[in-house]
Nanobody
Framework: QVQLVESGGGSVQAGGSLRLSCVAS????????MGWVRQAPGKEREGVAR???????GYADSVKGRFTISKDNAKNTLYLQMNSLKPEDTAVYYC??????????????????WGQGTQVTVAS
């Protein structure tokens, strides 16, 4: 069974940067829509960024211009480069392979693969 394992979370000051990584145990990054979804305490899940099999990307308005999603199919790895971080970016970030619509609105379809999440904390 394919699994997704995130890493790279941590604590950073506002204005700082972090790079999240998500390694898949199988060759799925080239075949499925993959992305990052976050959930802040007391809030609903929010789709952050997604990349389709053909490489086309989509971002939430709140992160456009600051976050960049990319993937390395040879390494079965998905990345999220986060720059100019803000306190409101504080959340648990989940890596997922799912329908693009599910990754856009942050709601699992029930048919995809989701990681366990990595905590990102941005101090003001």
């Amino acid at each position: 069974q394919v699994q997704l394992v995130e890493s790279g979370g941590g604590s950073v000051q506002a204005g700082g940067s972090l790079r999240l990584s998500c390694v898949a145990s199988g060759s799925i990054t080239s075949r499925f829509c993959m992305g990052w979804v976050r959930q802040a305490p007391g809030k609903e899940r929010e789709g952050v960024a997604r990349v389709q099999g053909d490489g086309s990307t989509g971002y939430a308005d709140s992160v456009k211009g600051r976050f960049t999603i990319s993937k390395d199919n040879a390494k079965n790895t998905l990345y999220l480069q986060m720059n100019s971080l803000k306190p409101e970016d504080t959340a648990v970030y989940y890596c997922a392979a799912d329908w693009c619509g599910s990754l856009k609105d942050g709601t699992p379809s029930g048919l995809g693969l989701w990681g366990q999440g990595t905590q990102v904390t941005v101090a003001s």
